[in-house]
C-alpha cells in the first residue's frame, strides 16, 4: 500500500497542465488556517490526559513575485498528570512570518519541470512570541514566555485558482508539521 501510494505521488509530481498563470504572484491575498502535529516543548513526564493539536491561521500578502510576508497566530493546549498531580499548559503564538516562493526561479532559471501553475514551493521563517499559561496541583517554575525566530519549508498544491491544500514542516508555529488550506482572497 506504501509503495502504491508513492508511485501515485510521483506520477501527480511529473504531470502538466495547461495552465499559463504562476501560481504565486505579487499582490496575492492568502488566508491559511492549519492543525499543527508534533509538539515540542514541556510535558515530558507523566501520563497525557488531554491534548489539542496546535491551531494555526496566517494571512499572507505577495509583496513580490517570490516574496510575502503577514501576521499569523496560533493555540495549543495540553493536559498531564503525574503523581497524583494534574498539571497543564495552554500556548498562544503570534507574529509575523516571511516567505519566499521558488517554484517559478526552478521552472524559469533552473529549467526544473515543475507545473508552477498547480505548486508552490516556498522557505518560511516565523518571528514571533509563544505565551505560555500553566495550570496544575503543583508550582512551575521555568520560562512561560518566549521570542523565536523559526523556519520551516512549505508545499502548497492548487486544486483551482483560489483554493490550495498546503504542508509546512520544520520548527514551525507550534509544531513540526503543519497542514491545511490555502484561500486565495
Same mark, same amino acid.
Given at each position: 500500500?506504501?509503495?502504491?501510494?508513492?508511485?501515485?505521488?510521483?506520477?501527480?509530481?511529473?504531470?502538466?497542465?495547461?495552465?499559463?498563470?504562476?501560481?504565486?504572484?505579487?499582490? =496575492?491575498? !492568502?488566508?491559511?488556517?492549519?492543525?499543527?502535529?508534533? @509538539?515540542?516543548?514541556?510535558?515530558?513526564?507523566?501520563?497525557?490526559?488531554?491534548?489539542?493539536?496546535?491551531?494555526?491561521?496566517?494571512?499572507?500578502?505577495?509583496?513580490?513575485? /517570490?516574496?510575502?510576508?503577514?501576521?499569523?497566530?496560533?493555540?495549543?493546549?495540553? *493536559?498531564?498528570? /503525574?503523581?497524583?498531580?494534574?498539571?497543564?499548559?495552554?500556548?498562544?503564538?503570534?507574529?509575523? *512570518?516571511?516567505?519566499?516562493? /521558488?517554484?517559478?526561479?526552478?521552472?524559469?532559471?533552473?529549467?526544473?519541470?515543475?507545473?508552477?501553475?498547480?505548486? =508552490?514551493? @516556498?522557505? !518560511?521563517?516565523?518571528?514571533?512570541?509563544?505565551?505560555?499559561? @500553566?495550570?496544575?496541583?503543583?508550582?512551575?517554575?521555568? =520560562?512561560?514566555?518566549?521570542?523565536? !525566530? *523559526?523556519?520551516? !519549508?512549505?508545499? *502548497?498544491? /492548487?486544486?483551482?485558482?483560489?483554493?490550495?491544500?498546503?504542508?509546512?514542516?520544520?520548527?514551525?508555529?507550534?509544531?513540526?508539521?503543519?497542514?491545511?488550506?490555502?484561500?486565495?482572497?
Amino acid at each position: 500500500m506504501k509503495r502504491l501510494l508513492l508511485i501515485i505521488l510521483l506520477a501527480s509530481c511529473s504531470i502538466s497542465f495547461n495552465s499559463k498563470a504562476q501560481v504565486y504572484q505579487k499582490g =496575492d491575498n !492568502l488566508f491559511n488556517p492549519g492543525i499543527g502535529l508534533g @509538539y515540542y516543548g514541556y510535558g515530558l513526564v507523566g501520563n497525557q490526559t488531554f491534548s489539542l493539536p496546535a491551531l494555526t491561521a496566517n494571512y499572507e500578502i505577495g509583496i513580490h513575485e /517570490y516574496f510575502g510576508i503577514g501576521p499569523y497566530v496560533g493555540y495549543k493546549s495540553w *493536559r498531564y498528570s /503525574y503523581l497524583n498531580s494534574d498539571y497543564g499548559f495552554n500556548i498562544i503564538a503570534f507574529g509575523a *512570518r516571511g516567505s519566499f516562493h /521558488y517554484s517559478t526561479l526552478l521552472k524559469e532559471e533552473l529549467d526544473v519541470d515543475i507545473d508552477d501553475s498547480k505548486w =508552490d514551493l @516556498y522557505i !518560511l521563517a516565523n518571528f514571533g512570541f509563544e505565551v505560555f499559561s @500553566y495550570t496544575g496541583d503543583t508550582n512551575f517554575e521555568g =520560562d512561560v514566555d518566549f521570542v523565536f !525566530l *523559526r523556519p520551516a !519549508l512549505g508545499v *502548497r498544491y /492548487y486544486f483551482s485558482d483560489n483554493f490550495a491544500m498546503y504542508g509546512e514542516g520544520g520548527r514551525g508555529a507550534l509544531s513540526y508539521l503543519t497542514l491545511g488550506i490555502s484561500l486565495k482572497m
